[in-house]
């Protein structure tokens, strides 16, 4: 990790002064190294031609822009037989030569510009101070060098579009690392076959079944093995699948469905008690049904037990208390408990 200090670059420059006003920040620096090497024969100097002054953007201070001054020198080279004869002082950890920013200014405007891309990388720059363009941000990432990648073994190919239904290209694709390896910029079989020759190597050769990048294998990969890849494949299957179901396909006969049965409202009486009435109501329709088939619950809860019938063995009469028989005069009235005649009188 870099360290962060307040000079980009303090082991090549000092620091000599540090300017603050509304337009942003200022920062004076001036190179300290005793000599310089020609970039041409690649010779150290201690000759100075002159002095020379460049002005470098910085990373901004809590939302203020950083301007760096660098004071740097012409140098002579002493080399007789070098072409060059005068060059600037470079300062590689500073900033790249003919910069306008630093190298970790530059570093942040790359590392937005790969990840967020143009226009929205420029708006999210400028809510931290550093105003920068769309354009800049793409040129800096198309200006990034690709990583060399070897010839893949097993590559896949596939058709991209640039723009759909208008302009299509194609992309090569590493099987075994999974990442891309290069883009094309048609899908034309003269095209696949050139890539596949500046590149040999490829032993299997993952495709759809179109015929163009058959072909192009063919011409520039002889030796490989052609697969259809998966996805193509069960693709296919599935459209050969649905064709041959749709020409066998016969018409069912058509079936009779009846109508569901109607349901009665319920009463207004179990719709406003609700279930709980509705339940009441099931009980009491139970308990009618066993009374009248001689039925009564079991002490146990756990079913009905027989009632016994009248026939085999038969109620006996009900007997008046004494004290309501006592009640009841001599005269012929019944007793309005037992029915049976009374005497006169008390029963002592």
């Given at each position: 990790m870099a360290a962060r200090?307040?000079?980009?670059?303090?082991?090549v420059v000092t620091l000599e002064e540090l300017v603050a006003d509304a337009a942003g920040i200022t920062v004076i620096v001036r190179a300290r190294r005793p000599a310089a090497c020609c970039p041409d024969c690649g010779q150290p100097t201690r000759r100075i031609h002159s002095h020379s002054t460049r002005r470098l953007r910085d990373l901004p201070w809590q939302g203020l822009g950083v301007t760096v001054v660098v004071h740097t020198r012409r140098w002579r080279c002493a080399t007789p037989h070098c072409p060059r004869r005068v060059f600037t002082e470079r300062v590689p950890t500073l900033a790249p030569p003919h910069s306008r920013r630093t190298t970790r200014l530059g570093r942040l405007v790359l590392a937005?510009?790969?990840?967020?891309?143009?226009r929205p990388g420029a708006r999210l720059l400028a809510e931290v101070g550093i105003a920068v363009s769309g354009d800049?941000?793409?040129?800096?990432?198309?200006?990034?060098?690709?990583?060399?990648?070897p010839s893949p073994r097993v590559l896949g190919v596939d058709d991209w579009s640039l723009r759909k239904g208008h302009t299509y290209g194609t992309i090569v694709v590493d099987r075994e690392r999974r990442r891309p390896v290069d883009l094309l910029?048609?899908?034309s079989a003269a095209t696949f076959a050139a890539w596949l020759a500046a590149h040999p190597g490829a032993a299997v050769i993952c495709r759809d079944r179109g015929g163009a990048y058959a072909d192009g294998a063919r011409q520039g990969a002889p030796d490989a093995v052609q697969v259809a890849d998966r996805w193509h494949l069960l693709a296919n299957l599935g459209e050969a699948l649905e064709r041959a179901v749709v020409a066998e396909r016969t018409p069912l006969p058509a079936l009779s469905v009846p109508a569901p049965p109607r349901r009665c409202p319920p009463t207004s009486g179990t719709a406003r008690r609700g279930k709980s009435g509705a339940n009441n109501d099931m009980r009491r329709?139970?308990?009618?049904?066993r009374r009248g088939w001689g039925l009564a619950r079991s002490p146990t809860g756990s079913g009905c037990i027989a009632r016994p019938s009248a026939s085999t063995s038969p109620r006996p009469p009900a007997r008046c208390p004494p004290r309501v028989a006592a009640d009841v005069g001599a005269s012929t009235r019944s007793c309005r408990t037992c029915g049976s005649a009374g005497r006169r009188g008390s029963v002592g």
């Open positions: 200090t307040l000079v980009p670059d303090p082991a937005f510009g790969i990840a967020v891309g143009g800049t941000l793409r040129r800096a990432v198309a200006a990034v060098p690709l990583p060399a990648v910029p048609d899908r329709s139970r308990g009618y049904a």
